[in-house]
């Protein structure tokens, strides 16, 4: 079975009903980021580690999206700890990290979702 065709519903669905679990997803979601970021230049922040060890804690949050991977855009939802570049070649420089969860993060981590990196953008968004 692919995971790559189904969408986050699809992807809950496959853990809710223990076809993979949140470790085989989010391995195969980190395979597929370094088979196609070469071309694509998508993920500027590569959080496999992050990600594989959060998909493996037993309190991974119970919500509607427990166990699917995600990418997070390098602003807006933010984890404390995590790097927070905002698509700035300085900030990565200092290896600038968020102080705090963002709403937006805390809720995603709240649903269960697993962050395996951040994506790229313009610099501050601009």
């Known amino acids: 079975m692919t995971t790559g065709t189904l969408d986050g519903v699809g992807l809950r669905d496959l853990v809710r009903d223990r076809e993979v679990s949140a470790v ?4 195969a979601a980190v395979e597929r980021v370094e088979s196609l970021n070469g071309s694509l230049n998508a993920v500027s922040v590569p959080l496999f580690e992050f990600g594989l060890a959060a998909a493996a804690k037993p309190a991974l949050a119970q919500g ?16 404390a700890g995590l ?13 600038w990290t968020a102080a705090v969860d963002t709403v937006l993060g805390a809720r995603l981590r709240e649903c269960g979702f697993v962050v395996v990196g951040k994506t790229n ?3 501050f968004g601009v």
């Open 64 to 79: 509607p999206f427990t166990g699917v991977p995600l990418l997070l855009k390098d602003a807006g939802a933010c984890y």
């Open 24 to 27: 085989e997803l989010a391995t």
């Open 83 to 95: 790097p927070l570049f905002l698509g700035s070649g300085l900030l990565r420089s200092l290896g």
């Open 121 to 123: 953008m313009p610099e």
